[in-house]
Structures are given as C-alpha cells and as structure tokens.
C-alpha cells in the first residue's frame, strides 16, 4: 500500500525537471543489485512472458554478461561492484571478520577500506540512498539515507535488536519499520506463490518463525523462504519509497531473493522453478516500481553479482572451485542490463539521453563504480581497477571523457559492539552451505584465490601460508598455496603441500594435480607413493585411476592409460578428468570418434556444463562431423560466454566448412593468444593476404609455438612476399625439427639454386 501511494503522489506530482550539477544536465540512477541473477535462467522466463520488465531491458536497453573472477562469495564482489576496486584494496573479504580476542561479527562497513559510490556522490554534493547493500552495517552518515543490510536479518528476531546503526541518519529509522514486512505476516497464499505447499508446512514454518534460535529456525526451508520472501518486499518498499520521497541523485537497492531461493530449492524440479521463478519476478516487479517513480532520462542499471548453475550442470559439491559446496553453485557469469525509466515504461527519451538497445559484451564487477561516476559526470579516481563502458551508456555520457582525479580520502565507520548478530549469521550460513562448524572467517582463503586468480602468486603463498599457521588441515587453503608454489616453479614444496592435503582428508580432490606435478618433475616414485596413499581413502576411487592412467601414459604406455582412464568413468561417468584424458590417448591414433557416444551420454546427463559440452565438441570435430561439433562448440559458448578456447575450436570448425568470414567474426570476440594467431594465419593464407598472413604467423612465433607447422606456413608467406631469404632460413629452421618433408626440403633447395641467380 506504501508503495502505491508513493508511486501514485509522483504521479500527480508529474516529472520533476532533471537538476544541472556544472555541465551536462545531472540524471538520477538506480542501480539495482540482483544476487545471482543469469540470463540463462531469466531468458526463458521473458520468452514465457513472466518478465515484462526485464522483457523491455532486453528489448530497449543495453544488455551484457557480467563475468567476475572467483572466489565467487557475495560480500566480495558486490563490495567490488560497489567500490570498483580489488578485494586486497576494499577489505571486505568474507561474511564474517576475525576480532582481536577471537570473536567474529558479520562483515561491514567498518572493515570497508575504500569509497562506495555512495560516499563518492555524497562528497560531491549530491543525495544518495543504499537499501540492504551488503557490507553497509553499521550505516554511514552520509548525504541521505543508508538502510544497512542487517535491517533483514532483524526481522527474524522476536527480541529487539542489541545493537544500533541499522539506519543513517537515526531519525529515518521510524520511517522504515514503518514499511517493514515481517516473516510470520505472511499468509498461506503468500508463500505458495513460490511453489505449491500444504497447510501443514505452511504451519510448521510459522512455527519455526517464533523460535528464538537461529540454527532451529533455519532447518525449516519455508521459514527460511518467509524470511527471504519478506526481506524482499521489505528493501523494495523501503526502496520505492525513498527514491520517491527522498529524491536522491543515487539509489543502490540490493536483494538477495534470487541466490537464496536458488539454494534453498535448485533441486527440487518443478517445485524448484517455481519458487525460482517467482524470485525473478519479485526483481521484475521493484525494476519496475522504480522505473515508473523515476523521471524518463533516468537511468536504471540492473546488475548481479554471479549466476547461478542449473541442477543439470552436473555440480555435486564441485572440487575444482575450492571455495566449498555452496559457491560450486556460483556461475561467474552474472547479468547487467542499462536502460532509461522511460523506455521501460514507454515515455519519450530524448535520443541523446537515451540507451541504444543492444548487446553490450561482457563487463567486470570492477566496471559498474566507474560507469556509474561517469554517468553522473563525477570524476573517476585514478586508483579504480575498471573501465568507463560506454557501450552501456546514453550518447551524451558515452561521448565525454572520463575525468580522472587522485583518490579521496576515506575513514570507515567504527566497529560495532558485538552482540547476538555472530550466532545469527553464522546460523544461516550454515543454512546455506556457506561455512561448516569451524568459527572462523574465510578471509585469508578468499584473498589467497584472488591473488593466485590473477597471478598474483608470491601475495597469494603469503596469505595462505599465513592462514595455514593458524588453521593447518585447512584443505581447500592447501590446495591453493600448493597451486601457487607450482606456478611459482617451487615445486618441491607444492609437492610436499600436496601430500599434506592428501593426509588432512584431500585425497579426492589433490591426487591428480599431485601426481601430473610430480611426473612434470621427473618424480614418478613420488607418483606412486601419492597414489598408495590415496588409494585407501574413501571417494577416491576416480581420481586413482585417472592418476594411474597419468602415469602409464607418461611412460608411454597407452594401452594401460586407456584402461585406467576407463575404469574411472566406471566409478564416476561424468569424470572430466578422465574423459578428457582418454579423449587424448584416442586421438594420438586416430580413434577419438570412438569417445562420442560416451561423452554424448554424459552430456545427456549434464546438458548445462560447458566443459562437457566442449569435449564432445572436440571429439565430432575429431570425426569430421562438423555441423554436430559447431552445435556442441555454441552451446558451450552459451553456458560460458568467456570461453576463447572454445571460441577458437568453433572458428576451426568454420574454417574446415570454409566458412572463413565466420571464422574471422568468432576470433574477433577472442583475446590474443598464440592459437588465435595461428588460425588467424591459416585463414588469411588460404585467401592470399599474405602480409596479414604473415602478420599473424610472426606473432605465434614470437610468441613461442615454434613447429614445423608455423614455420612453414610463415616460411610460405614470406616466399609469396618475395622475401626469399627470409623463407629459406624459416623452411630450413623446420627441417632441422623434422626432417621428412619432401616438399619442404625441395622448397628450399629451389630457393638455394635460385640465389647465385638472384646475387648475378
């Protein structure tokens, strides 16, 4: 009802006239934060109809993909998003942080190291509002309103809360629990919107709802889901009306539904989609509410976090994430659409303060703080990690230069006391997946996989060897210091950390890389001993056959790799390890056709995992079935748009049809890289350019793949260029590396004979 007289006051009211801030005519921005919101879940949805909104987001406004880096933990990246700087440099690093004297508090704005953009506009003037940020409690004091995300939490108490600084400033709190909506108000019809359930658990759950313990409260899934259900409705009314009444220049609303109820429900079939479903439609509905309160020029930034995998991706507590059961879950591929209020709501747009409707690309969660400063025409500190994407912006936004300025300075708010609100969240953490018994923060871990993430490797080995001080069988952390000493050519330890792993319960998860990294040593008995350790462990029983085959194909012994690599996917089908492996000890004689009615029953099973889907895409193309392999390479690429590997079979594909305008169009989506330049010579020797040609070619050179392949080809194109000496050093270079070719050998005595000519 709140909402609705809101929305109704602007209405008669009308659009009020957009304020000039020195330059261009300032616009407002909502910027909405959907956690673990994905195109691949809310495209079918809009083809159903159940999106309007996001419908004409689609429609009329920019869209991308959101790609972020692992780990994938909520407060991490959307304190990214919000901030646009690395987790090193922000601070916030888990959902709960260590105290001196051993104690834990969740995460919050005291452990924020750096400017949100909310304290960006508010130092420059303008009117901001945050609603349910995470990592905002205690709330700031800044120009406007800030409603901390422990507001939600709150509601699942009976007692009153023990600590302050839920809302800034103080006497805006009145106003909110106004509009709150509390879990047990919510009626029967309210909940089976998300999905049919009986009386009987709609009675259970308000049970569960009066109790003041937490870890009993969250057993329950349907109260869990009331609380999620009305926290939603909470921060959306709470965002309407703000945005409606406050008229802040910055809204930034966060809601958590969507990876909530994915968790909680992602395996319960149709029950699971529905409640999924009507997720996706509570964010279609603020997207909305805001749009309609909003002036036409407004922007509306829709943006998530991650994605969420589908029941069929085959993730089953998935080890190759290292983060845990529940972030195995996060797909790093998130959404982020761009459009005004107008548009969404069909009123005339200005054409230079509009959004052209198209496809955007890919972005960083490092981008949107930066975009978003443009667009109000802030300046960009020059400390930012990310990037101005103008191709999301309106033309006016997109044609000005970013304005770089030194960093502002910033103090976080003091810590709060601690209180109740450690027990609470660690409850539904656990809930969730997120944490096991052990009360202590992950932050150490995280930080640890974003160094190694992004190559950081000698930070990375300090963070985990100082977390493994303290927390000593931490598997996951072995396993990524082990990484990281690898990368780093310490191989020594990365072994000895290895075998540490393999003792503290690892086994499963550490015996291949251990094993591969000892045979890359030359270390074939310490191989084995891995091997005998882990062989007694239990679940390790795919992993010792794919470390088996490892070892006999190292030794040149393929028959045995084959059988080994079998007998894994006997214990596990769908072993990519294993499927992968045998699909390169088949293809070394010609027979990787054979795997394809294997890999085609493991894709069965598990439609939604890219990897799978790449495979069999390299085992037809392997066969020559081109038009099967180009599908399978296309379904990967929709279930990881960032795939250039993939993107550069699929261009091979095109070039085997001798489709070589398709294959140039997928390699321009691709980053450099010495595949991508090695196709890119074959395709442009096969059509004559032979500067291009030999362009490309120098470059995979260059860049080390130095085969008799490359050598020729570029030996060829320098040759057609009448570069002749050049060629005969380049043919002769390949024949010293493999001396039976006959064509090339007479290519080069040609040149040889020619040359006393050419020299007369």
Known sequence: MAVTIALAMVACRGTPPAESQGGPVARRMAIVGLDAADWSRADPLIAAGALPTFARLKSHGRT?????????ISPIIWTSIATGMQPEDHGVLDF?????????????????????????????????????????????SIRGTVVSDAVAPQLLRTRAPVAGGLVSPAAAEAGVNALLVRPAQLRYEDLAGYGSITREEYDR?????????????YKDRLAHLAAVVAGTRTYANVAVDLWTRDRADLLAVYLEGIDTVSHLFIREGERGAAAIGAAYRDADQLISDLARASPPDALIVVVSDHGFHSASAGIVEDPADLSGPATAWHRPYGLVAVATAGALTGRDVAASRSVTAGDAGTVT??????????????????????????????????????????????????APAVGGEARDAWARLQALGYVAGARTSLARRHLGESYFRRGKLEAAVRELNGLLDTQPNDVAAQLW?????????????????????????????????AVDLALGARAPDRAQ?????????PGAGAAVAVARGAIAEAAGQRPTAERQYRAALVVDPGSFDALARLLGVLALSGRAPELIPILGRAVARMPDSARHQALLGEAQLSAKDYRASE?????????APDGDAVRISLARVHVMQQQPEKALAVLAATKPSVDRSVLLGAIYSASGDWNTAASHLQSALDGG?????????????????????????????????????????????????????AAR
């Open 705 to 757: 793949r130095v085969t008799p392949d490359v050598l020729n080809g570029l030996g060829y194109s320098r040759l057609k260029l009448g570069q002749r000496q050049q060629a005969a050093e380049l043919f002769s270079r390949s024949l010293s590396m493999k001396p039976g070719q006959p064509e090339i050998r007479k290519l080069l005595g040609d040149l040889r004979q020619d040359a006393p000519r």
């Open 529 to 537: 001993r891995f091997i005998q350790s882990a062989a007694a462990k």
């Open 96 to 140: 709960m942080t260590d105290l001196k004297d051993g104690r834990q508090v969740p995460v919050g704005s005291a452990q924020r190291l750096t400017p949100a953009i909310w304290n960006l506009f508010s130092d420059q003037g303008r009117r901001v509002a945050v609603v349910g940020w995470w990592a905002t409690w205690p709330a700031e």
């Open 64 to 72: 991308g993909v959101l790609v972020a880096t692992p780990p994938l």
């Open 205 to 217: 759950a308000q049970r569960a709802l009066t109790t003041d313990e937490p870890g009993v409260f």
């Open 631 to 639: 599908s399978s390479f296309t379904r990967a690429l929709q279930l």
């Open 365 to 414: 969660p490092l981008d949107i703080a930066p975009t978003i400063l443009h667009a109000a025409n802030l300046p960009v500190s020059s400390d930012l990690a990310g990037r101005v994407v103008t191709a999301i912006l309106p033309a006016d936004a997109a044609a000005r230069e970013p304005k770089r300025t030194p960093p502002a300075p910033y103090r976080p708010p003091p």
């Open 481 to 513: 210091l082990a990484k990281s000493l690898a990368g780093l050519g310490r191989t020594h330890e990365a072994l000895a950390v290895y075998d540490r792993a393999m003792q503290a319960g690892g086994a499963a998860d550490a015996l291949v890389d």
